[in-house]
């Protein structure tokens, strides 16, 4: 794929997303302006960024994904089934809440939908409900694993 059809698609994607931004004056779109070094050069840190994991935790994260599929719900076992330690990675930085914090388990989703209280506790479970649910959250269980993840950029 060339620069320009990447920093073409990075543009459309941030244009599209669904949540409010709270700042105008740093994004991609301005810092690149007209040219098109700078468009290129957005574009190849696009495509070299990647997951850092210490090899150790793999193993770990094979651990966790064997534990869900033999004693996990149904839910979990559906999501899991086909899943190995580097989906597990990819999940882990995809399904992300927006923000997620305090003691009231107050979150704020990509979707732009938020909210405090119940509801995170039962992702993964028979009892999760829409929004909350493990195709598109993780879980608490979950919550965990992404301590031990960084992303290169």
Aim: hydrophobic share 45%; charged share 25%; aromatic share 10%.
């Amino acid at each position: 794929m060339d620069a320009e059809a990447v920093f073409s698609e990075l543009m459309e994607n941030w244009a599209g997303l669904p949540y409010r931004r709270s700042f105008t004056q740093n994004t991609l779109g301005l810092a690149c302006g007209e040219s098109p070094e700078r468009a290129a050069r957005a574009a190849l840190h696009a495509l070299e960024t990647r997951p850092v994991v210490h090899v150790r935790m793999l193993s770990l994260f094979e651990e966790f994904l064997a534990f869900k599929r033999d004693w996990g719900s149904e839910v979990e076992k559906a999501i899991y089934f086909e899943l190995d330690a580097p989906g597990l990675v990819d999940r882990l930085i995809r399904m992300r809440p927006l923000a997620f914090l305090n003691s009231v388990d107050q979150f704020l989703l990509k979707t732009g939908e938020d909210g405090a209280g119940t509801g995170f506790d039962r992702i993964g479970t028979d009892d999760e409900a829409s929004p909350l649910e493990l195709r598109s959250l993780m879980s608490y269980q979950e919550m965990q694993l992404p301590a031990l993840l960084a992303i290169s950029v």
